[in-house]
């Protein structure tokens, strides 16, 4: 009897506390169910009057046959609500709604259900349920309620979404997928459709407004939180410590793909669940190719210098660190040249960044300062000729997105956004050969203060020849990591 009681004791717990179990396992440190809210009531009162925001969850990708991508929850839906599942739509209303018993409600939210079956395969599904006692939202329904959920939109004066794309696939098992959700919500709103055969468009009603969402959550997203901050923090530290360990690690013959994976390996490390876009590591020539993701030079040599763009995203923030070193360990004279011209761009730059100011003044300085120095090596003819050996702007915002949801017309303080100049020269550039092949970016994140002034927040990566020079004499713990060699027949 004994033994039986603790057996049944013990299948109790498995049973009760599997979920429980999980939970507490998992990280602690998201955002909060009231942070989600507060930015929730900030979109409301910055809304027109009588109206109502519409929110779609991010579709599922695709990858390859029965194979998806990792699912990323669309920014604007995961800032809203912290619901990191697909197939859900969310609404916020202006004004409170009332219900047929009286009661009230200012928002409502539409989550996939809860399924056994399918939970056994792609994992647990908060639920209805669960995402009122999770994420503080109390209007919630399954997304199978939502075709027969009645809502008058003609009553509303402006109806604020984001246009669609039309590029979300049909699961034809699920009657409520995110394809239907949205096939509901046009035929609620009277979405225009287009007549194929006539190629003509229905004329849109009056009270559809595709613009003025982005706009709105730009003013909230552009200005990060205290809360969104620590996050924010900590992604910008891991990629700068992976930085770090890659100056440590490098030496000539490796790979590029070697180099991304020292990386991404600290990411993983550090708990970062993704990279926050395609990481990019180009040596010599591939990296005058901006955004160069291929990362499959097979082996570095010791006169080039390798472009290292990546962040990692630590629960939905991204950093953008870039750092360009040499190989070898050691600046050549016109390696070094061509770095401290756009170190120099970017301390200025950056100084130049302070509340009040416009974002166009330190773009404007940054390119002044490398095209006055390419003038003064003799890559260029003059201060004035055109080239493309700088071929990009200088920020962007960083956050829930690498190039994140913000205002671009002054500095505020609460912004954080890169300042990223570089020069890029390529074999055959009409200039000496001697600065062929060369490609520097130097990227930081920066932040503007509550006095108004830019903090450097990823300075824990090296930035000067001097700095960098030092880190990759030292030793590195992957110096002893030797992987045993494969057949390559």
Not at 37 to 66: C, I, M, T, Y
Not at 264 to 292: D, M, Q, R, T, W
Request: net charge negative; proline share 4%; charged share 25%.
């Amino acid at each position: 009897m004994k033994i039986l009681k603790y057996c049944l004791i013990l299948i109790l717990f498995i049973g009760s506390g599997f979920s429980f179990a999980q939970e507490i396992l998992e990280p602690e440190d998201f955002l909060s169910k009231e942070f989600h809210q507060d930015r929730r009531n900030k979109l409301r009162a910055a809304l027109p009057s009588n109206s109502v925001a519409v929110f779609f969850a991010n579709a599922e990708r695709n990858r390859a046959n029965d194979v998806d991508y990792v699912y990323h929850q669309d920014p604007d839906f995961y800032y809203l609500t912290g619901y990191r599942e697909p197939d859900a739509i969310l609404f916020i209303f202006k004004d409170e709604q009332v219900k047929s018993d009286g009661s009230k409600y200012s928002e409502i939210i539409f989550v996939q259900p809860r399924n056994e079956f399918y939970e056994m395969w792609t994992g647990r599904r908060l639920g209805d349920e669960g995402v009122k006692t999770k994420l503080a939202l109390a209007e919630v329904f399954n997304n199978t309620d939502f075709k027969d959920y009645r809502l008058d939109f003609s009553k509303f004066e402006a109806i604020l979404f984001t246009d669609f794309k039309n590029d979300v696939r049909d699961d034809a098992r699920d009657k409520a997928d995110l394809y239907d959700l949205i096939i509901q919500f046009k035929e609620k709103v009277n979405y225009p459709v287009i007549n194929s055969a006539e190629l003509s468009q229905e004329p849109k009603p009056s009270n559809l407004d595709t613009q003025a969402l982005k706009k709105v959550m730009a003013g909230l997203r552009g200005i990060k939180t205290a809360e969104e901050l620590v996050l924010l923090k900590k992604a910008i530290n891991i990629s700068a410590v992976g930085q770090r360990e890659v100056m440590r690690a490098m030496y000539p013959g490796m790979s590029e793909t070697e180099i991304q994976g020292i990386h991404e390996f600290v990411f993983k490390k550090y708990g970062a669940e993704y990279e926050g876009y395609p990481s990019i590591v180009g040596a010599g020539h591939n990296g005058c190719i901006l955004h160069y993701v291929d990362n499959n030079k097979p082996e570095i040599n010791s006169k080039e210098m390798v472009l290292m763009d990546l962040g990692a995203e630590y629960h939905g923030y991204t950093a953008d660190v870039t750092r360009t070193i040499p190989v070898n360990g050691k600046f050549s004279t016109e390696q070094k040249a061509i770095y401290e011209l756009v170190l120099k761009a970017q301390t200025e730059a950056m100084e130049a960044s302070v509340a009040g100011i416009s974002w166009q003044v330190p773009n404007k300085l940054a390119r002044d300062i490398i095209n006055a120095g390419l003038a003064d090596l003799g890559i260029t003819d003059s201060v004035g000729q055109k080239h493309n050996y700088y071929p990009h702007g200088l920020s962007h915002h960083i956050g829930l997105d690498v190039h994140d949801n913000g205002e671009y017309e002054v500095f505020k303080p609460g912004m954080v956004f890169t300042v990223e100049p570089g020069i890029y020269i390529p074999a055959n550039s009409d200039c000496d050969e001697k600065w062929w092949d060369i490609a520097v970016r130097i990227e930081d994140d920066v932040m503007i203060d509550e006095n108004g002034k830019p903090v450097l927040l990823s300075g824990m990566a090296p930035r000067t020849v001097e700095d960098i020079e030092k880190l990759m004499a030292e030793p590195s713990p992957l110096d002893n990591f030797v992987l045993p060699e494969l057949d390559k027949k």
